[in-house]
């Protein structure tokens, strides 16, 4: 069993930055995708940002250019970086995981973390 707990989010004005951060715990790290999503007020869980176990990186239009996902597979940690923030950008963020390779769908993600909340105020 895998688990992972967020950390990193809270209250920053637009324009600022944040870097969420996702421990995980329980089992081997290093192979596998570990995932963003977001989910704001009254919306669907979206993928942000995804990496896999060989660095390969895909992010959602939204965010490109502007959020950086990275993992530390000694640590076993990934981070998201996210600079240049927008109102829109706020949202509850969740670390997931998976076995296989990338997918977009949070239904194809086994493990989740518990959230975090990012509110960007305008």
């Known amino acids: 069993q895998l688990q992972l707990v967020e950390s990193g989010g809270g209250l920053v004005q637009a324009g600022g930055s944040l870097r969420l951060s996702c421990a995980a715990s329980?089992?081997?790290?290093?192979?596998?995708?570990m995932g963003w999503f977001r989910q704001g007020p009254g919306k669907e869980r979206d993928v942000v940002a995804a990496?896999?176990?060989?660095?390969?990186?895909y992010y959602a239009d939204s965010v490109k250019g502007r959020f950086s996902i990275s993992r530390d597979n000694a640590k076993n940690t990934v981070y998201l970086q996210m600079n240049s923030l927008k109102p829109e950008d706020t949202a509850v963020y969740y670390c997931?995981?998976?076995?296989?390779?990338?997918?977009?769908?949070?239904?194809?993600?086994?493990?989740w973390g518990q959230g975090t909340q990012v509110t960007v105020s305008a």
């Open positions: 990496i896999n176990w060989s660095g390969g990186k």
């Open positions: 329980g089992r081997t790290f290093s192979s596998g995708t």
């Open positions: 997931a995981a998976r076995s296989g390779g990338y997918s977009s769908l949070q239904y194809d993600y086994r493990y």
